[in-house]
């Protein structure tokens, strides 16, 4: 990689969902801050795959950028996922691994499109001796985008099948309540998966487009890489990292949205007073806390914020955020371990859920309940949990969901919140759910 990045600021502004149809290549990202985002960052660009990024993060770098004049966090670097079942392993609980999936991907980026939705501008970065001429190569992809953004092909209908039906489901959440009762666990993220097949292949940016028109989020993303992509319309942010300091904001308590003012803030206030919801919450708090100190200066760890209610259009979500002062000369892989798979997607404590998990599951969770986004070079990341996302192989598709189940859960209400997250994500491919899960969705 080049020692220094530069950026140049365009005139004008175009919006990132016109102009990623015109990004030539076969390895593609598009991190996105959401439909009419108009705060935060969306970036675009293409890469070559590359190994795991593994830079230290601890704050220190001097890493040069030649701009004076701040265009975003990400400088460059890396754009990728990595999947749950790997680093359940790693993390010494036992795994499936799916030999057809690969346990993590990842782009180097030294090209790329920053997109700043406050001050409505568009910056190009690329290494200092190329940047005029990048410029000029995306000047080009805006003067084609307008048609390539007006092109709408006709989605075809597909058939989604479950890995179990929703009785079968119902049946796993009171096994999640034994062990529970049994003290091998204080609370499990149970999972499934609705797997679609095209005889053609699927077109990722299409699918990412449905999604994120019915589904926006903060951290959506879609990165493509040959025949495979993640496409997700995250609300999760896993682990933010910058100048030293580390940040995770689970998410645990789910409510779809209401039909009208007055039921969905309804919904809002059975979330928020919901026992079952909140001790939900906290015990994942608390895992992170310990997660985090392992990689942190003692006594930084501190929660920022509990049980707050984020919105988005399907669901309102409970969510906290915990932080941490990263201890010198910690790297990437060091932090991943201490914290990767993310409490809220294996339950607590973490190596007993997973365990108790790879039993109940009976199969790999694959990309799902892994992380995406971007890793800098000069250590800073922003990493969501890949939750209401679709993992895509050709004309192969497979949607995760699932919820933590604790004491308090009641099975039917569990199988609700299943089929309310698998939703958008099988509509987005043209597909419903499967018909006895399609009962659940009121």
């Not at 790879?358 to 990493?383: I, K, M, N, Q, S």
């Not at 679709?390 to 699932?402: K, L, Q």
Request: hydrophobic share 45%; glycine share 10%; net charge negative.
């Amino acid at each position: 990689m080049p020692e220094t990045t530069s950026f140049r600021c365009l005139d004008g502004w175009i919006d990132p969902a016109v102009l990623v149809g015109a990004v030539p290549g076969e390895h593609v990202f598009w991190l996105d801050a959401g439909v009419d985002a108009a705060s935060g960052w969306s970036w675009l660009g293409s890469g070559e795959p590359a190994e795991a990024p593994d830079p230290i993060v601890d704050g220190s770098s001097t890493y040069a950028r030649s701009d004076a004049e701040r265009a975003g966090p990400f400088l460059g670097g890396w754009v990728g996922w990595a999947g749950y079942d790997a680093a359940a392993s790693r993390a010494g609980a036992p795994a499936q691994r799916d030999a057809d999936e690969p346990e993590a991907l990842w782009l180097r980026v030294e090209r790329f499109v920053a997109f700043d939705h406050a001050e409505r501008r568009v910056w190009v970065a690329a290494p200092a001796e190329a940047v005029a001429d990048f410029a000029a190569e995306v000047d080009r992809w805006r003067e084609g985008a307008v048609a390539v953004s007006e092109e709408s092909a006709a989605m075809r209908r597909l058939d989604a099948a479950a890995r179990v039906g929703p009785e079968r489901y119902a049946e796993l959440v009171e096994e999640c309540r034994d062990a529970i009762r049994r003290g091998d666990a204080y609370q499990l993220c149970l999972t499934t998966r609705f797997t679609v097949r095209d005889e053609r292949p699927i077109d990722a940016l299409g699918v990412f487009r449905r999604l994120r028109a019915a589904a926006s989020s903060h951290h959506g993303g879609l990165i493509r890489s040959g025949k495979r992509a993640l496409i997700s319309a995250s609300p999760e942010r896993f682990l933010g990292l910058a100048a030293g300091t580390v940040l995770t904001s689970p998410i645990k308590g789910t409510r779809r949205r209401g039909r009208d003012a007055a039921s969905d803030a309804r919904l809002v206030r059975d979330l928020v007073t919901s026992p079952k919801e909140r001790a939900e919450n906290v015990m994942i708090v608390d895992l992170m806390r310990n997660d985090l100190q392992r990689v942190s200066d003692p006594g930084s760890v501190v929660v920022e914020r509990l049980l707050e209610v984020e919105t988005y259009p399907a669901v309102h979500q409970l969510v906290s955020s915990v932080s941490g002062s990263i201890r010198p000369g910690t790297r990437l892989s060091e932090v991943l371990a201490a914290t990767f798979p993310a409490g809220s997607m294996t339950g607590a404590p973490k190596l007993s859920a997973m365990a108790i998990l790879h039993v109940l599951e009976r199969a790999p969770r694959g990309t799902y309940a892994g992380c995406f986004g971007w890793v800098g070079r000069d250590g800073d990341a922003d990493l969501a949990m890949v939750i209401r996302s679709i993992v895509v192989d050709d004309g192969t598709a497979y949607v995760g969901a699932g919820g933590g189940i604790t004491w308090g859960s009641e099975p039917e209400a569990e199988v609700d919140e299943v089929a309310l997250k698998a939703r958008a994500p099988l509509a987005a491919l043209g597909a419903e759910l499967p018909p006895r899960w399609r009962e659940r969705v009121r």
